[in-house]
């Protein structure tokens, strides 16, 4: 399993859910997705690795990264005004996102 091949891959899907919801703060939100998969890239990794071992169901992936939520920082989006309700929809949107990005590349 090529870990940085599915960073690269949630990077690019990350960024598509940006620009589709969010296109005119597309380039302040690239480093948001960068900062949030820079400070998760070692969970990330053990969790993928655990998935692909079938030691994780893939609710038990989806609650972990949940928990990884609050460490989503969306400042160019609570800068321009975004309701927190929104962002907190969106985070949603965001871990489904990668959930499933996962699911397809490892399982």
Known sequence: MDFEKILQELKKSLLTLFNDKFSEFSQESKKDITAF???SK???ERWTTLLKQGKLTLDDFE???QSQ???FH???LQAVGV???SLGHFKNKI???IVNTVK???L
């Open 37 to 39: 998969l820079n400070e």
């Open 42 to 44: 070692d969970k990330l």
């Open 63 to 65: 609650w972990l990264m």
């Open 69 to 71: 939520k609050d460490l």
């Open 74 to 76: 969306l400042k160019a």
């Open 83 to 85: 309701s927190k309700i």
């Open 95 to 97: 871990i489904k996102t």
């Open 104 to 106: 397809v590349l490892v």
